[in-house]
């Protein structure tokens, strides 16, 4: 299975892409299974009625066949209650302790970030799907994107720094006191709770990490999505997320004799020239969609989109070493070995498009703060470099270059 996830600045035209892909996918004779986390469901309306009953496609994930596709849309309110009631359920005896009174599933309303966790969760299911070669996702607009596929690693870091497995270690001694104290004791639940999210975050963290999950993104090309292009790319470069490819959505023909569109046309050929060529920021293949004169509302604008060349994934269905290799290639950070020539070590980030004014960086004992833009990330030292101090750091071609220098008191001496 291969699993698409499809983003782009707010009105870029993700959903569309996201429909056309999958249905032009589907007519290559993928079993393609689309799904999408907007609760304003505008596949339906994409798609065209459904061609059958709704059906399971993954445990968990109900799907309704339509345009030759199974489409399943999120619906995080019913997922926010029912997780939420689940939760007072299994802390009952806790809740009981301070008198509290238990939420019921009618009077819940979901709180803000409840669309991410059931997108994740979906996906989850999704990448289970016995039936699917090919998974469509419609992900929230560029920059909640980054946010939403950051998550499950920085919640997995909370959890273990807030929640360390070694304190578990005293779970025998619980019983005992529970006895003493005459009441059920909390940390026994809390404890449970964390180990069952950090193995549902991690499972989904294993899924976008994956060399089968890649991404594209989605914009029309002109100023504005240059500047929203290159600040999102910069979160997916920080969170070692590669792009697979950018869609230039909407692109109007040339040689019209009007000299608006003639314009607008060689605004759009300027960009998308920019983001294809060698000296881009982004480095990736753009794919260029046509403008169909209006918004696609139906199967049949829907149809004219699927013909368009490099819609359908080349790397659907690839696994194996290859696909690991190359996936590896676009998401390490290398270290590379300079003590012989400079004396130090260099830790290589990939950053296109970064400019200095957009960096930060703190080192925070065995972990390193850096901050790209809007987004920050905080990541765990390669084991030579916990050994070092940070003596410097220089961008250059996209790559932010952080010199470490050894400590003497624990750098191994040499004979």
């Known amino acids: 299975m291969h699993i698409l996830l499809i983003t782009g600045p707010g009105g870029a035209g993700r959903t569309t892409v996201a429909a056309a892909t999958a249905v032009a996918a589907a007519r290559t004779g993928q079993r393609v299974l689309l799904l999408s986390g907007d609760p304003g469901d505008p596949l339906s309306a994409l798609l065209g009625e459904p061609t059958g009953r709704p059906v399971e496609a993954a445990p968990g994930l109900t799907a309704v066949p339509a345009g030759g596709v199974l489409a399943a849309r999120v619906d995080s309110g019913e997922e926010f209650r029912a997780e939420l009631v689940a939760l007072q359920e299994r802390g009952s005896a806790l809740l009981g302790m301070v008198g509290a009174r238990p939420l019921g599933a009618e009077e819940l309303t979901e709180l803000p970030g409840a669309e991410q966790f059931a997108l994740l969760r979906a996906l989850r299911r999704a990448a289970a799907a016995p039936a699917a070669d090919l998974v469509v996702v419609d992900m929230p607009p560029l920059h909640q994107a980054v946010a939403t596929l950051a998550l499950p690693a920085q919640l997995r870091r909370y959890l273990a720094r807030l929640l360390p497995a070694e304190r578990q270690a005293a779970r025998a001694l619980r019983p005992v006191l529970a006895q003493l104290a005459g009441v059920p004791m909390p940390a026994q639940w809390l404890y449970e709770a964390a180990a069952r999210w950090d193995e549902e975050l991690a499972a989904v963290q294993a899924v976008v990490e994956a060399p089968t999950t890649s991404l594209r993104v989605v914009a029309e090309p002109g100023p504005g999505a240059d500047a929203a292009l290159r600040t999102g790319l910069l979160g997916l470069a920080l969170e ?8 230039a959505n909407r692109m109007v023909p040339q040689g019209s004799p009007d000299p608006w569109l003639a314009g607008l046309a060689a605004q759009q050929e300027k960009y998308a020239a920019q ?39 080349a790397a659907s269905g690839e696994t194996g070493d290859a696909a690991r290799d190359r996936a590896g290639d676009r998401r390490a950070w290398v ?13 290589v980030v ?20 850096l901050a790209a833009g809007p987004y920050r990330r905080i990541v765990p030292l390669p084991s030579a470099l916990r050994r070092c ?27």
Not at 281 to 304: F, I, K, N, S, W
């Open 275 to 313: 983001w294809a060529g060698a000296e881009s920021a982004t480095g990736t293949p753009v794919l260029p969609l046509e403008h169909l004169g209006r918004d696609p509302q139906g199967p049949e604008d829907l149809a004219r989109l699927t013909g368009a060349e490099g819609l359908v994934p």
């Open 389 to 415: 101090t940070v003596s410097g750091a220089a961008l250059a071609d996209g790559e932010l270059r952080i010199r470490f220098t050894p400590d003497p008191g624990l750098w191994p001496r040499r004979p």
């Open 240 to 247: 070692q997320l590669p792009v697979a490819g950018i869609v």
């Open 350 to 369: 990939p950053l296109p498009g970064a400019h200095k004014r957009d960096l930060d960086l703190v080192r925070r004992g065995d972990e390193l703060l």
């Open 335 to 347: 270290v590379e070995d300079r003590l012989a020539e400079d004396g130090v070590l260099v830790w």
